[in-house]
């Protein structure tokens, strides 16, 4: 069974700073990682996907990587704004059985930038 | 274009009682999941349907059933609620199935109170 493990839980950094958040999983066998913005009592908002064959994406501040063979995904994100606070959400894309794809969630980081 | 809709947005119901959630895709989309998210936890997914089939089911009870209609609109109906099932349930669209790369979409969920 897909396991998704997000550490930090919670990060608080001041504005400006660069930051990185970790995800790790335990099955190498996925097909695409995701990182979801989710703001309190909202729905989630895409980031970034990175395919299984891809190392990495970016998007404006934000950079997420992939070791699929270790496992781990980092998302960095530059210059910390207070608009950036959130919930960060991993997710990776794997095969489930029986002829269907399953997309598995960590916990999340809960990241608050400090004005 | 209009989100992702869904409805009601916040209910409550007593225990033993049954709901039907709705969700209305972003025109053009062809696949909708659903997915239930407990109070700081990371959402569970709990199906997928594309093309008004089901192409995946998380490990929930047989009291969760779904359909996906022929515009593409989707009811998740929750029978014999439990205290457990309060949550937080969304409504994921995407143009193409998981398998497609497109980006997912999120409505902002249905807010599930059982008492």
């Known amino acids: 069974k897909q396991e998704v493990t997000q550490i930090p839980a919670a990060l608080s950094v001041p504005e400006g700073e660069n930051l990185v958040l970790n995800c790790s999983f335990t099955?190498?066998?996925?097909?695409?990682l995701q990182w979801f913005r989710q703001d309190p009592g909202k729905g989630l908002t895409s980031l970034l996907l990175i395919q299984s064959s891809q190392r990495e994406q970016t998007s404006g501040r934000l950079n997420a990587s992939l070791d699929k063979s270790s496992g781990r995904s980092t998302l960095y994100i530059a210059a910390s704004q207070p608009g950036d606070s959130a919930t960060y959400l991993c997710a990776v894309l794997a095969y489930s059985g029986a002829g269907s794809y399953q997309l598995t969630f960590g916990k999340g980081t809960k990241l608050s930038v400090i004005p | 274009d209009a989100g992702v809709t869904q409805s009601p947005t916040h209910l409550i119901k007593t225990r033993g009682q049954q709901v039907t959630l709705r969700c209305s895709p972003i025109?053009?989309?062809?696949?909708v999941s659903w997915y239930q998210q407990v109070l700081g936890q990371g959402p569970q997914f709990i199906f997928q349907?594309?093309?008004?089939?089901?192409?995946g089911r998380g490990n929930f009870p047989d009291r969760f059933s779904a359909r996906q209609f022929p515009n593409y609109s989707s009811e998740l109906n929750v029978n014999a609620l439990l205290l457990g099932d309060s949550a937080l349930y969304l409504c994921?669209?995407?143009?193409?199935?998981?398998?497609?790369?497109?980006?997912?979409?999120f409505g902002e969920g249905s807010w599930l109170t059982v008492v």
């Open positions: 099955d190498s066998a996925i097909y695409n």
């Open positions: 025109s053009g989309h062809k696949s």
């Open positions: 994921a669209s995407s143009r193409g199935g998981l398998l497609s790369g497109n980006t997912i979409y």
């Open positions: 349907y594309y093309e008004k089939e089901e192409r």
